[in-house]
């Protein structure tokens, strides 16, 4: 950045230059006013009237684009340095921003930018400018390893990863090998963590190296050890887990091998070589081994072992012999216990298993048992068995039934059987309600809805709320209404839950003011609107809740069209919000389905295309785009916005792919990604895009069948751009509010072909 060097005597005059603006007189009191006072600014250039008149200078050679930015970059850097010296430190982040955008090569603002990140706990944007700080100056890896080493403590591994991996492509860090071998073993080792056991193994190759050479790499044992963080042993102990959890069973046994051979008395060992035997067809060696563990009973993984067993005998053809073992084994061991049902249950022996997981579940109740015996009554088709069983599941596992989640999916893809157990459960409504299980009926609930049997489902769901006031189950049944346009039904779930005991849950407010709204009660969303924000205004309320609730007003008033409205509530939103703003609330706020100032901006820029007033559209992504450059909808809606308008259609272009490749499966991306094509002038490709988009399950909108028209057109294909454009204004016509304007402009396309 060979302008920062000029800084240092230059910049009590640039500070100057930079916040001239601030020390105008504003005082601007009607539309006239300012009129004059930008014609006068603009030709004598005086500050106050009895100034002296400054002619001003054109200069012999327009300043090129490059210059333009270096002056801008200039700006900004005082203004951030301005605010980092007050404290402000929000300010300072986004003046540092500025920065980047008009000089990407500025490491000081990168390295200012992260920092500040830090501090304001925005860890995103802090791994992403330390990473672009690193590219610019590798030498720097130090801060670098420094944050990761935080984050891996933090436990936040996938940001520690992220920066581990860019820093084990630094140069400088690879020439210095004590810290290269430890940032390779610390990644392996997160890699583990994540079960991402090829790149472990891969990252681990660097350090098995070293620890078969240390010379070769210029470390003693003290300057390995210290490297490593453990033994040498107990590091290949790590990386041959690793290579055994990405198939790499020779290489795992070569080196359990190796550890065998340097220490006694690790019956564990055993264990691990037996699982790579029986993995390269071995099992005879895998058998002694397991066998050489069970006789030590030295070690504490008895039920690991023998799982192995059973794996080496069956592979053996001798599993008649495991079963009397396993019983024995188990007498006194309740986790064999379960390995025995689960045996028993493998083996078809059903009654035999059914009562050992009863008996294990009344005694040492386990997750594996309540999902076993779930699959058990659903593989003997015994619905009655299985309704009440869920209902014991949900009671002993504090009424939920996550245990059973994926058992449950199970039986909704099983039609003949869901339709049994949908039987069992109306019988059983009919008994005196004391003989019912809630948990039952709820479970039956979930299947259905699992099952898209909707009607079966949102009945379960009220019977269910006959017997308990759950918030859970008003707001699972509230959803099922509104995702099928059932918004009536769906207001009177949301209001009653909230009247009962959901009044501070904002999700509840926030369905409740979205289904009065897509019900056309405009009047009464906006009460509701009014009612969450009174609730929520509280100073004890977090600000991204309050920010939540004002959002919910202008969102009825942008879904009604009412772009004045709408534009004055997000802009007072943002004006209330902006210095509080940070996408990384947005990560640990799960709950909200959106952040509120982000939904503000993409709202605005919305209502900005509305009217044709790009230029402040685009105002609105950029700003998203500033702390969220992935944002995978920013990059598409502007890279759309610019097609749109045929300019940066390059950048555009890489814009929307890093949207697609985000979300391959997203129409409307698909359909941006096909626009810009088209702009660009490859139309067979664009062709293929929107084929593929018109394709997809929401394919059947009337803009890409509008686009695939075009593009065929100007394949010169005129019958089937005939078609696509009759297919676009068919959907047009079909549409709750039929837009005369574009019906009317796809009729002239029609036109040019007849």
């Known amino acids: 950045m060979h302008w920062l060097r000029k800084l240092k005597w230059a910049l009590p005059f640039i500070l100057l230059t930079a916040f001239y603006p601030l020390f105008q007189i504003r005082a601007c009191a009607s539309e006239s006013d300012t009129q004059k006072a930008v014609s006068k600014k603009t030709t004598d250039l005086r500050i106050q009237s009895l100034d002296d008149r400054v002619p001003s ?19 900004w850097f005082c203004t951030a340095f301005l605010h980092q010296t007050r404290g402000e430190n929000l300010a300072a982040f986004r003046a540092y921003q500025q920065v980047v955008h008009f000089d990407a090569g500025s490491t000081e603002s990168y390295q200012a930018l992260w920092r500040l990140a830090l501090e304001m706990r925005r860890i995103d944007s802090a791994v992403r400018y330390l990473v672009s700080m690193l590219k610019l100056d590798p030498n720097g890896y130090q801060e670098v390893y420094q944050l990761a080493q935080m984050l891996t403590r933090s436990q936040d591994h996938s940001h520690a990863v992220q920066l581990l991996e860019q820093l084990s492509q630094s140069e400088p860090l690879q020439e210095n090998r004590m810290a290269y071998l430890s940032v390779m073993n610390q990644l392996g080792q997160l890699y583990s963590k994540q079960e991402r056991f090829s790149k472990a193994a891969k990252a681990y190759q660097q350090v098995r190296l070293a ?51 340097q220490q006694e008395n690790y019956p564990e060992l055993n264990l691990e070589k037996a699982a790579s035997y029986i993995a390269t067809g071995e099992p005879q060696i895998a058998h002694d081994a397991i066998t050489s563990y069970l006789e030590e009973q030295a070690g504490s993984s008895q039920r690991k072992a ?14 008649s012999e495991f079963l009397p073992q396993l019983e024995e084994a188990a007498k006194n061991n309740s986790s064999l216990k379960y390995l025995l049902a689960n045996r028993l249950l493998s083996e078809g022996e059903y009654e035999r298993a059914r009562l050992l997981y009863i008996s294990l579940l009344a005694q040492t109740p386990q997750p594996e048992g309540f ?77 259905t809805e699992i099952a898209e049997l909707i009607d079966e489902s949102i009945a379960f769901y009220r019977e269910s709320l006959k017997r308990s006031s759950d918030p859970r189950w008003h707001f699972q049944l509230g ?69 939540a609730m004002e959002a919910l007003q202008a969102w009825i008033y942008y879904y009604a069209r009412e772009w004045d409205k709408a534009e004055s509530a997000y802009q007072a939103l943002i004006d209330s919000y902006w210095d509080e703003w940070t996408y990384g609330l947005a990560e640990s706020q799960q709950m909200l389905p959106l952040n509120a100032l982000r939904e503000a901006h993409f709202m605005l820029s919305n209502i900005y295309v509305e009217r044709g007033d790009h230029d402040r559209s685009e105002e609105m992504l950029l700003r998203i785009l500033n702390d969220s450059p992935d944002d995978p909808h920013a990059n598409n809606d502007l890279g759309y916005l610019w097609a749109d308008q045929e300019k940066n259609l390059l950048q555009a272009e890489k814009m929307i792919r890093k949207a697609v490749d985000a979300e391959p499966q997203n129409t409307a991306y698909m359909d941006s990604l096909g ?21 997809q399950p929401d394919g059947d909108d009337p803009v ?15 019958d089937q751009a005939k078609s696509s454009w009759e297919k676009s204004m068919d959907l047009l016509k079909k549409a709750q509010e039929p837009d005369a304007e574009q019906i009317d402009q796809i009729r002239k396309k029609i036109d040019q072909i007849r």
Do not use: C
């Open 479 to 547: 959803l099922l209404l509104f995702r099928n346009n059932r918004y009536e039904e769906a207001t009177v779930v949301f209001r009653n839950a909230i009247n009962q005991n959901a009044r501070t849950a904002v999700m509840f407010h926030v369905f409740l003011v979205r289904a009065l709204t897509l019900d056309s009660k405009t009047d009464k969303a906006l009460e509701a609107a009014t009612e969450a924000r009174e609730i929520f205004s509280s100073g004890r309320s977090p600000a991204y809740l309050r920010a």
């Open 57 to 75: 200078l054109n200069p012999l050679r327009p300043r090129t684009q490059e210059q333009d930015n270096e002056i801008q970059a200039i700006a």
């Open 675 to 695: 626009w810009v094509l088209f702009k660009l002038n490859k139309a067979e490709e664009a062709r293929d895009t929107l084929k593929q988009a018109s394709q």
């Open 211 to 261: 620890i078969d050479n240390p010379e070769s790499q210029g470390l003693d044992e003290s300057r390995l050890k210290r490297a490593l963080g453990v033994p040498p042993l107990r590091a290949y102990f790590q990386i041959a887990q690793s290579y055994q959890k990405a198939g790499k069973h020779h290489d795992a046994l070569t080196l359990f091998k190796h550890i065998g051979e």
């Open 371 to 447: 999902q076993k015996l779930t699959s058990l009554f659903h593989k003997t088709e015994n619905p009655e068995q299985l309704f009440d069983h869920l209902g014991r599941t949900w009671r002993e596992n504090n009424n939920r039934l996550d245990v059973v989640r994926r058992e449950l999916r199970d039986v909704a893809k099983d039609d003949v059987f869901l339709k049994s157990l949908v039987s069992v459960a109306k019988k059983q409504l009919q008994k005196d309600d004391s003989e019912i299980s809630t948990g039952s009926i709820y479970a039956v609930a979930r299947i």
């Open 306 to 319: 023998y799982q192995l067993l059973g794996l080496a005998l069956d592979k053996l053809s001798r599993s």
């Open 704 to 718: 890409i069948w509008d686009h695939l028209g075009d593009v065929y057109f100007q394949l010169k294909q005129s």
